[in-house]
């Protein structure tokens, strides 16, 4: 699941998109791994 995650994650920011974007799915991904890291 995670990997899924970070996978489809590197996609999107593989495209053209704004920084303001990329900081959302890297905030985003943070938060996935602060979840599996507590559990």
């Known amino acids: ?3 899924f995650l970070i996978m ?11 920084q303001i974007e990329n ?3 890297l905030r ?3 938060n996935i791994i602060l979840v ?3 559990t």
């Open 1 to 3: 699941m995670l990997n």
């Open 8 to 18: 489809s994650s590197r996609k999107r920011l593989g495209k053209n998109m704004t």
């Open 23 to 25: 900081q959302d799915d």
């Open 28 to 30: 985003l991904i943070a």
């Open 36 to 38: 599996f890291a507590y």
